[in-house]
T-cell receptor, first 115, second 112 residues
């Protein structure tokens, strides 16, 4: 089975702190994603990466950055956490598109509270 | 860019009855339409998907229909059971894009 592992399930951070959310996948997937989930807003794409050291902005990249130094690992960074970044963050991965559709596999999520 | 709208946002059905969730998409180039189920405290998991060359697909109690002309697709769950209670997301993508656009989700509750 595909496994996407998010290292931290629950975090509480202070405003202004730098926050790292780590994600590892074990299926050699080319694509990796970070989503943010908020009630009534669904899943919103923050950043995605289709290869090592490559990244592209999603729909809501402001206040976030990402790092992909190795194929299996994709990190989300909040340079200076703010209370409006309190949310559930989902990491996901998929194979590179080959014209057949992309099944995305999600991790269990990281609940971040910024106080 | 692609936009996916999902309705209703909440749905409550009696156990044993059917549930239907509907989505519309904006990009006519979209050709892949997955549905995800998210149980409490977990990440979303794929439950069924459909590609644009097919109008309907079934897997036991769940089915998905696609109307490309109208740009909408639906999830049908028959003989609902308590374990069907969850949040369901529809999504759409097209083959030249690596990202999928999700709907806003439907919270389905099954009444005993």
């Amino acid at each position: 089975d595909v496994k996407v592992t998010q290292s931290s399930r629950y975090l509480v951070k202070r405003t202004g702190e730098k926050v790292f959310l780590e994600c590892v996948q074990d299926m050699d997937h080319e694509n990796m994603f970070w989503y943010r989930q908020d009630p009534g807003l669904g899943l919103r794409l923050i950043y995605f990466s289709y290869d090592v050291k490559m990244k592209e902005k999603g729909d809501i990249p402001e206040g976030y950055s990402v790092s992909r130094e190795k194929k299996e690992r994709f990190s989300l960074i909040l340079e200076s956490a703010s209370t409006n970044q309190t949310s559930m963050y989902l990491c996901a991965s998929s194979l590179s598109d080959r014209g057949v559709g992309n099944t995305i596999y999600f991790g269990e999520g990281s609940w971040l509270t910024v106080v | 860019g692609e936009n996916v709208e999902q309705h209703p946002s909440t749905l409550s059905v009696q156990e044993g009855d059917s549930a239907v969730i509907k989505c519309t998409y904006s990009d006519s180039a979209s050709n892949y339409f997955p549905w995800y189920k998210q149980e409490l405290g977990k990440g979303p998991q794929l439950i069924i998907d459909i590609r644009s060359n097919v109008g309907e697909k079934k897997d036991q109690r769940i089915a998905v229909t696609l109307n490309k002309t109208a740009k909408h697709f639906s999830l049908h769950i028959t003989e609902t059971q308590p374990e069907d209670s969850a949040v369901y997301f529809c999504a759409a993508s097209y083959s030249s894009a690596s990202k999928i656009i999700f709907g806003s989700g439907t919270r389905l509750s099954i009444r005993p």
